[in-house]
């Protein structure tokens, strides 16, 4: 396949990686709080019915089966440096529907992680 179709394959999974990330934040936002070392059976059992982490699980599977395609043709140093653009993209979804914080330093931090991608 050509590179560009490979790129197209590896932001959807990139894309589904920060879904991911949104969903099982949002799981365990609904949960509370986790002490390492109060997990228990209860907590697990919590963790993996919350229909948002096991929708996150999914969202991962589904990824890295899409990533894996992309790097079946291509190099992983042009494929990696990608991941970059999702660490933008989920900082502005965090915001927008996790109601995270998005000050002047995360703003300058998602400006420079952009310009070292390009």
């Known amino acids: 396949m050509q590179f560009n179709s490979m790129l197209y394959i590896a932001f959807f999974s990139i894309f589904l990686g920060i879904l991911a990330q949104l969903l099982m934040k949002k799981g365990v936002n609904e949960i509370g709080i986790i002490d390492i070392f109060g997990v228990n059976a209860t ?3 919590e963790l993996f019915t919350n229909k948002f982490v096991f929708l996150g ?14 790097l079946s043709d291509t190099d992983v140093s042009k494929m990696y440096p990608l991941q970059g653009v999702g660490y933008v993209i989920l900082m502005i979804g965090a ?17 420079l992680i952009t310009l070292g991608t390009f």
């Open 43 to 45: 907590i697990v059992i």
């Open 57 to 70: 699980i999914f969202c991962y599977i589904f990824g890295l089966f899409f990533w894996l395609i992309a």
């Open 95 to 111: 915001f927008f529907f996790l109601g995270e914080e998005l000050n002047t330093f995360r703003i300058i931090g998602i400006t």
